[in-house]
């Protein structure tokens, strides 16, 4: 036996024995026994501890990526029929747009398909183009984008396919809009779905004409944010910025333009609708409600004071805020375009409050795009995939709030974006006008009355009541008793 086993083998004789000991003093003795022996084997053994073992351990290997899985759509074009176009343009105006596009050609590439959303008609004939070439077996697009008011009608009459009986695309996505999803959805069925987008129907203030008055134009974000902004304060504003700057009698500069659009806006910001949904789902008329009432009768008094002037035309107010004819403008954010060359700054904010209401509104646009019911189930499938790339932002503009980015380059301050465009992403702040819903509803039926004839509320209302209900039911699919 060679000297270095016969050393390792007394050492771990005595390491045994000594485990047995059991009283503290023995122990002890051990412990020293053992460490001296220890010094002895290193003596005798310089090239390593006899108890020691080097183990090598290897990092675990990661697990693979998943690999990407194709779908083969055999060079099929997709189309959305609508009444504006989606072009790629040839000149992209951000990173974010270059990046997007070039998102957009890559999935198409790797799925073999085409994608295109162009003008096939109006906002109001996309439903009868729908109709017609689905009830004859060949759709004339793959998806239709349809106005709020041809919802239903499409719905009720079988045209639209179930998306949730769909697996190629996630509707619970925070990128599809959900009041568009709401207006769409038949219990566990969902027929329509549309991309996140603006409510419509905000408040422009011209900043230099606020000042200009003596109003520090931050504070028309405060009062937002702190819950002042009401119907009180918003006259209180009309009556400093409506003034007659060269003492002649005629006034220089007015609050707002004359417009029937403060009549719906109203009774929204007071916490009810001239059309409501029962539980069954049915439409009815609303506009006795006392709510309704109060807003109306309201926002009738501010339109007869002096704060008000009407355009020149009917899209006349824009113009009239961008040149400081008016300090505020009550208008689609779509508008936003046409604003883009104004001297003044302007900020944006919602609507202020009524009485009766416990948030502010924004009124939400409902438009949807759906899939006509005539496809296979593997058909809708595909195109189905196809609309939820195109809805899609790239990677890395994909963020739930990464909507900002637009939004900042076509406002002129952050609070327009991080207060005011954030106040609609939260719940019950966005909701659905219904009266837009029903083909044959207008608010200048009762708004021009009140405007141009100086009935009262009850009058106006009384006046549009027969026929208000007739197409409420006709929406409903019932006939009103004669």
């Known amino acids: 036996m060679n000297k270095k086993f016969r050393n390792i083998l007394l050492l771990s004789i005595l390491v045994t024995a000594l485990v047995g000991c059991g009283d503290e003093e023995s122990t002890e003795t051990a412990t020293k026994q053992v460490q001296t022996t220890e010094k002895s084997v290193e003596t005798s053994i310089p090239v390593a501890k006899a108890e020691e073992t080097i183990v090598e351990e290897k990092a675990p290997e990661p697990d693979p990526e998943p690999e990407t899985v194709y779908r083969d759509l055999g060079g099929e074009t997709i189309t959305i029929a609508s009444w504006f176009d989606q072009l790629e343009p040839e000149v992209k105006r951000s990173a974010q747009e270059e990046a997007l596009w070039e998102f957009r050609h890559k999935v198409m590439d790797n799925n073999n398909f085409q994608f295109e959303e162009i003008i096939m008609g109006q906002w109001n004939t996309t439903l009868e183009l729908m109709s017609t070439s689905t009830l004859a077996g060949e759709p004339a697009a793959e998806i239709f984008h349809l106005a709020p008011s041809f919802i239903k009608t499409a719905i009720d009459n079988g045209l639209c396919y179930d998306l949730a009986s769909l697996d190629s695309i996630d509707l619970d996505h925070w990128k599809w809009d959900p009041l568009s999803t709401q207006v769409s959805a038949r219990g566990d069925s969902i027929y329509g779905i549309f991309p996140d987008e603006a409510p419509i129907n905000f408040l422009f203030f011209n900043k230099r004409i606020l000042s200009d008055a003596g109003i520090d134009p931050e504070l028309m974000y405060e009062w937002q944010a702190n819950g002042e902004w009401t119907w009180e304060k918003f006259e209180e504003v009309a009556e400093k910025v409506t003034r007659d700057l060269d003492n002649d009698g005629v006034y220089d500069v007015y609050a707002i333009e004359t417009n029937a659009m403060l009549y719906p806006a109203a009774v929204l910001s007071n916490g009810s609708r001239l059309v409501d949904i029962d539980e069954n789902g049915k439409y009815f ?61 302007f900020g944006l904010i919602l609507f202020p409050k009524g009485p009766d209401a416990q948030n502010y509104t924004a009124r939400g646009v409902t438009e949807v795009w759906t899939i006509p019911s005539s496809y296979s189930k593997e058909e809708a499938e595909n195109i189905a995939f196809a609309m939820d790339m195109w809805a899609s932002q790239a990677p890395g503009y994909d963020g739930k709030d ?17 207060e005011t465009f954030a106040m609609t992403k939260e719940p019950g702040v966005v909701v659905i006008d219904y009266n837009s819903m029903i083909n044959g509803l207008s608010q200048n039926d009762f708004a021009h009355p009140l405007i141009y004839n ?3 509320v009850i009058e106006a209302l009384e006046g549009i009541k027969g026929e208000w209900d007739g197409v409420i039911a006709n929406a409903n699919g019932e006939q009103l008793a004669e």
């Open 454 to 456: 100086g009935v009262t």
């Open 402 to 418: 990464d909507w900002m980015m637009t939004q900042y380059k076509l406002f002129r301050d952050a609070e327009s974006v991080e």
């Open 285 to 345: 008329n609303n506009t006795f409600d006392p709510k309704v009432i109060e807003a109306l009768e309201w926002a009738n008094q501010f339109l007869h004071k002096h704060y008000d002037v009407a355009p020149s035309h009917w899209d006349g107010g824009i113009q009239m805020f961008a040149d400081g004819g008016v300090a505020m403008l009550y208008a689609d954010t779509n508008k936003i375009s046409m604003l883009q060359g104004m001297e003044d700054d």
